[in-house]
């Protein structure tokens, strides 16, 4: 049989733009799932749990691009590390503020939900980004408001090491070093991190564990700039495997759960990433139709505020307005009550996610010009522009 009748073949361009709209759409994609898992627990949407993993994926294809690119460029490691801070500090350290200074400050301790003790006393972990740590050590919380920033941790820390690794790694030792790192990752997830006494939810929270998603991104982003004709002709033959193993893993533990299903996270992953190469090729397919629609790429624009925001409102509402337990993350209400609570929470969030962007997050963002990255080709070329007379410019 041939699995082109069934799975497009891949044609990659050959050269990425520096805008990818498909990429957006992609983040679109992957916040649209987390908000169906936390918003909407209904048994249909138990897998929305593997957003995150898309999420990991693609900051591993983005960031790891951007570091091969930039390897011999004046200020490589300042000029990435200050864009990332840039990025993500100025929304995260809003939140800690208002959640850990202001409003104990203005005494509304209350609006912040039930148990939320937990978070003061280890308010510490959040301000250094080890809260995924905390969470492997301690366990989930019972108030859920800030259980989802494990993720936010993980990438923090990625982003910290992941730079230092390719500046001193020769070209020639990438694949070799990236997939016994993904290996590590395996073992630990399954067995090596039982040795650190770490808590039950380790598996799934631990940066050490969750690493392979990554570095599963940065292996497409490596081969799409150096050895692209692998993916072309390797990519349907994944995909089709890494589905299946997927589905077959699933029936095979009989869950959805992601404290269950941490054999086959790799699996999840390396799907992800055949989805992010269907997204780049030139001939259109599905994921090129898909990813590139104006709403998912609307989601994907303002993907990073309502991730961060969406669970916090999540907790505060169905406390405070619709007086419900939401032990586990599930609320004690019905079908009903829940559609309207998450419809609720998924238009406050975009909303204030809106808001955000435009009047806090875009000023910082205009700043990261100052900062870009250039490889060395890329400054030769700015000086000989520089020198060019007003009309040719």
């Known amino acids: 049989m041939n699995i082109s009748m069934w799975i497009p073949n891949v044609r990659l361009p050959e050269r990425l733009p520096s805008h990818i709209p498909a990429l957006d759409g992609l983040r679109g994609m992957a916040i649209l799932l987390v908000l169906l898992y936390h918003c909407f627990p209904f048994l249909i949407t138990r897998l929305g749990w593997v957003g995150v993993d898309l999420f990991f994926v693609l900051s591993g294809f983005l960031i790891t691009g951007i570091l091969l690119d930039t390897k011999y460029s004046k200020g490589y490691y300042k000029n990435f590390i200050v864009r990332r801070v840039l990025r993500i500090f100025p929304l995260y350290y809003l939140v800690l503020c208002i959640l850990f200074i202001f409003i104990p400050l203005v005494g509304l301790e209350k609006i912040r939900g039930q148990n939320f003790i937990f978070y003061s006393h280890h308010q510490q972990w959040f301000w250094l980004y080890m809260q995924n740590w905390l969470f492997s050590i301690k366990g989930f919380p019972e108030n859920h408001s800030l259980v989802h920033f494990w993720s936010l941790a993980v990438e923090e820390q990625f982003y910290i090491f992941w730079p230092i690794i390719i500046y001193i790694l020769p070209r020639r ?69 890494a589905v299946c193993g997927s589905i077959m893993g699933i029936f095979i ?8 299903l941490y054999p086959i996270y790799t699996l999840f992953d390396i799907s992800f990433a055949c989805m992010l190469v269907y997204s780049l090729t030139i001939k259109k397919n599905l994921c090129t139709i898909v990813f590139q629609s104006s709403a998912l790429q609307f989601l994907g624009k303002y993907s990073y505020g309502i991730y961060v925001y969406h669970y916090i409102l999540y907790e505060m509402v169905a406390m ?3 007086k419900v337990n939401t032990t586990n993350g599930i609320p004690e209400i019905n079908y009903i009550q829940i559609l309207i609570l998450g419809i609720c929470i998924v238009l406050i969030s975009i909303g204030i996610s809106w ?29 000989k522009l520089l020198i060019l007379p007003k009309t040719a410019k």
Do not use: C
């Not at 790192?181 to 631990?206: A, E, M």
């Not at 808001?355 to 963002?365: H, T």
């Not at 700043?367 to 890329?378: G, L, N, V």
């Open 173 to 241: 030792f990438f694949l070799l070093v990236t997939t016994s790192l993904i290996i590590f990752s395996i073992l630990f997830r399954l067995k090596l991190g039982q040795f650190w006494s770490l808590n039950y939810t380790y598996p799934y929270l631990s940066t050490l564990s969750r690493m392979d998603a990554l570095l599963v991104g940065g292996i497409i982003a490596y081969l799409i700039r150096y050895q692209k004709s692998i993916l072309e002709k390797t990519i349907p033959f994944i995909m089709v495997l």
């Open 253 to 260: 533990i009989k869950s959805a759960s992601f404290l269950r």
């Open 320 to 322: 405070h307005f619709f």
């Open 355 to 383: 808001i955000s962007y435009r009047f806090w997050e875009k000023p910082f963002l205009g700043m990261k010009k100052y900062f870009y990255p250039t490889s060395p080709s890329q400054q030769h070329m700015r000086k």
